[in-house]
């Protein structure tokens, strides 16, 4: 099998032949065929998250050390089952639920795999999709989404799941509240296609590019404001009326979540789930006074996911700008969206990947 690996932190992908792992027990062994690019692929790729004033987590701290593979939106088709595995069969398509548990504590029992402190995250604990093969522990993370495009498919593993996950977590919103969402990448584009079709109108996007603005108002949003603009805030809540009543972070620096918690209204929900970095300092007597919520939101569980698959099945739901590029310039791809240059979701197509050639 062909693999893509960091190798050493901050470095490019190095392309690997690995010998092709023959599955055991409920294992499955899944050909890839489409694997999204992530954000927080480039910090696996660099090697830590920054913390803010000057401080990191690293991930050598959490046992994460090179050389291993990235990648934790796969799509592909069944190629080999365990002896035990039950539910599909070789040749069936399918998404992989990447967020997987050890599957044996309380937590996975219910259901929150995601939460789990002993963690098997395709493309993070266990090799990733940056590969043309990638074992899954157990069929029950495989979902059938069957009759949408393969490559908006994958990217619901992570982005879509994470923007639903977030969506779910916003307080009961009346007519007459907004939804702020911060960042117009691929999750923000995924969020505004989401509250649509769940019905919300008044979703106001926020981005530093007029590009991404652009492609957002084609995606949904009512409103956009420039969050460059040194009165960002007053105009968000000018255009919302002072009805903020949730904000989806999917940037995470200082400037957004100062942006996203000072527009809220009152009772308002500030949702965290960009990874860029950073600190705030944060009042506390404002967030009693307001009682306002300021919550973190990381991924979803697979019974998530297979809402959001059937909602998209469902024709209900845009589907997010997606691009699809040769598995090969994976390279090029991480630097493209390091540099901010993506709208919407990057897919690398491994099914043109040849499993036994490096490059
Ligand atoms: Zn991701
Ligand atoms: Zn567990």
Known sequence: MLSYEVVEHGKPLQAKLRETPVPQGTEVL?????????????????GFFDLGGGRRANLSDRGIAPPFTVGHEPYGVVAAL???????????????YPWIGCGKCAVCAAGDDHYCLSPRTIGVARPGAYATHVLVPDARYLVDADGIDESWAATLACSGLTAWSAIAKLPALAPRDWVAVLGCGGLGMAA?????????????????????????????AAAVVDSRAPDALARLQAVAGNAVAGALDFVGMPATAQLGIGAL???????????FGGEIALP??????????????????????????????????AP??????????????????REGRVIGRLVLDFEHADPDRPG
């Open 192 to 220: 505004i296609a989401m509250l649509r079709a769940r019905g919300v109108s008044n979703v106001v996007a926020c981005d530093v590019d007029e590009a991404k603005l652009a492609r957002a108002r084609e995606q949904g």
């Open 82 to 96: 365990g002896p035990q595995a039950r539910g599909v069969k070789v040749g069936d398509r399918r998404l992989v």
């Open 284 to 317: 506390l007597p404002p967030i009693a006074q307001r009682a306002i919520a300021v919550r973190g939101s990381y991924v979803g569980n697979l019974r998530e996911l297979r809402e959001v698959v059937e909602l998209a099945r469902s024709g209900r739901l």
């Open 30 to 46: 899944v050909r890839i065929t489409r694997s999204g690019v992530c954000h927080s692929d480039l910090h696996l790729q660099e």
């Open 265 to 275: 209204a009152k009772g308002g929900h500030y949702v965290l789930c960009g990874l």
């Open 320 to 337: 997010s700008p997606v691009q699809l590029r040769p598995a090969a310039q994976v390279n090029e791809c991480l630097d493209d969206l």
